[in-house]
């Protein structure tokens, strides 16, 4: 199992704190927000982990983090010039994967939940995590049916079928690559997540587990300041690194 970690993006909406450094190098308590990540990928035995970066911050993360030795792990770097849609990463990162399965997380989630078994365990297919929240229509929504199966995934939609949205960790096999190749962007210009997801889905091979505990999309001033609070209270000893 190979890792990634995708942290590109400008964030504009953290607009002053990332006009000089990358919104997933901002403090949440005393780390790094991308050390929970990290740790999630850690935690599960993954000792090859890619890290995609915006080009105009690359030094900072390697200022920071390094060949990955201190961590007993190995980073790889790419770069990402444009954030054109999550499913993106398993392009950039083909050589990388190479004939890996792949656990990717993005640089911004937080967990209180530990996916290691989950991980550890997964063998083919593809596993993605839904969350119950209040605002589904800004993320990719889940359908379930009455034995809670998932049947559909939507992409931001208007009138979400649920209140269930996939959250940032996704786990898959090694078509992934192939997979994301042949895309068409969606209406944005970007190559989502969603359809990757809903390849799997069509073909019955998309295991939709539930988070249990907090998930923090980090994005935005509110959720930074409840990333501060979750990792004070529930998340600092649960931390390896």
Not at 36 to 47: F, S
Not at 59 to 74: A, I, M, P, Q
Not at 158 to 178: A, Q
Request: aromatic share 10%; charged share 30%; with cysteine.
């Amino acid at each position: 199992m190979r890792g990634i970690i995708l942290s590109g993006g400008s964030a504009t909406r953290l607009r002053p704190c990332t006009k000089v450094t990358s919104k997933q190098l901002l403090p949440i308590y005393n780390r790094p927000m991308i050390y929970y990540p990290l740790n999630t990928l850690i935690k599960a035995g993954i000792k090859e982990i890619l890290i995609i970066v915006a080009p105009e911050k690359a030094g900072d993360y390697l200022n920071l983090l390094g060949s990955g030795k201190e961590f007993g792990v190995r980073f790889t770097y790419e770069i990402q010039d444009k954030p054109n849609g999550l499913a993106e990463a398993f392009i950039i990162g083909e050589n990388f994967i190479d004939d890996e399965n792949v656990c990717m997380i993005l640089g911004d989630n937080i967990f209180e939940d530990d996916f290691t078994e989950d991980i550890k365990n997964f063998k083919k297919g593809a596993k993605v995590f839904a969350k119950s929240v209040n605002d589904p229509e800004r993320f990719g929504v889940v359908e379930f049916d009455e034995n809670n199966k998932a049947v559909s995934i939507e992409e931001k939609p208007k009138k979400p079928k649920s209140n269930f949205c996939v959250t940032g960790l996704y786990v898959y096999d090694n078509r992934v690559v192939d997979i994301a190749k042949n895309l068409k962007p969606s209406e944005r210009g970007e190559v989502e997540i969603t359809d990757v997801n809903n390849w799997y889905l069509e073909r019955g091979e998309l295991d939709v587990a539930r988070v249990n505990g907090e998930w923090i999309d980090a994005g935005t001033f509110d959720s930074l300041l409840e990333a501060q609070i979750l990792a004070k209270e529930k998340l600092q000893d649960k931390l390896i690194i």
